[in-house]
C-alpha cells in the first residue's frame, strides 16, 4: 500500500492556466517534505515528488531504492501511483525536490508515465536543493512520446519517420 499526503489547494480551471504563486508554494513545499522520507540507503540521493491533480489535489511520492538497482521505483512514479489510486485521471504539475546535486530532472520511464495523464505542456518544475527552482514542459522533455492512442492531449509529431 502506497501512503500519499493529499492536500486541497484548489480546483485548476484551464489546462493554460499558470499556477498561482500560492498552489506553487504548496506543490514545493510538499515535494521537498516528501524527499524527508526517502529510502535512498545505496545512493545517498533521495527525492521527493508532488503532483498537482486538476482537482487541486497533490499527490506525494519518493524514491524507493532496492538492493536490486532494476527494482528501484522514482519518486514521480510513486506519486503518479499515488494519485492514479486516489481516481486523479488528469494531471496539472509537478515539483521533484533533491537533497543534493545534480537537480532532480526526470529519468525517461517517469517522463513517459507522466504522459499518460498529462499534456505536453504540463509544468514540471526541478528544485535543486540550493537556488532558483527550473521550470520545464513536459513536451519539451518527452518530444516523441509513445502513444497507443491520441486522446488529443499532445500533439502530433511533424516529423515523418520510415
Excluded at 98 to 108: L, N
Amino acid at each position: 500500500m502506497v501512503e500519499a499526503t493529499v492536500g486541497d489547494i484548489g480546483a485548476v480551471t484551464s489546462k493554460s492556466e499558470p499556477l498561482v504563486e500560492t498552489k506553487r508554494s504548496a506543490l514545493f513545499a510538499a515535494a521537498r517534505a516528501a524527499m524527508k522520507h526517502a529510502y535512498a540507503p545505496y545512493s545517498g540521493y533521495p527525492v521527493g515528488a508532488a503532483l498537482l491533480d486538476e482537482q487541486g489535489r497533490i499527490f506525494t511520492g519518493v524514491n524507493v531504492e532496492n538492493a536490486s538497482y532494476g527494482l528501484t521505483i522514482c519518486a514521480e512514479r510513486v506519486a503518479l501511483g499515488a494519485a492514479v489510486a486516489a481516481g486523479a485521471r488528469r494531471l496539472r504539475a509537478i515539483a521533484i525536490a533533491s537533497a543534493r546535486p545534480p537537480a532532480p530532472v526526470p529519468c525517461g520511464a517517469c517522463r513517459q508515465a507522466l504522459a499518460e495523464f498529462a499534456d505536453a505542456d504540463m509544468p514540471v518544475y526541478v528544485l535543486p536543493p540550493k537556488g532558483r527552482a527550473r521550470q520545464f514542459a513536459l513536451g519539451d522533455l518527452l518530444p516523441h512520446g509513445f502513444r497507443l492512442r491520441s486522446p488529443g492531449r499532445w500533439p502530433a509529431s511533424k516529423e515523418k519517420f520510415e
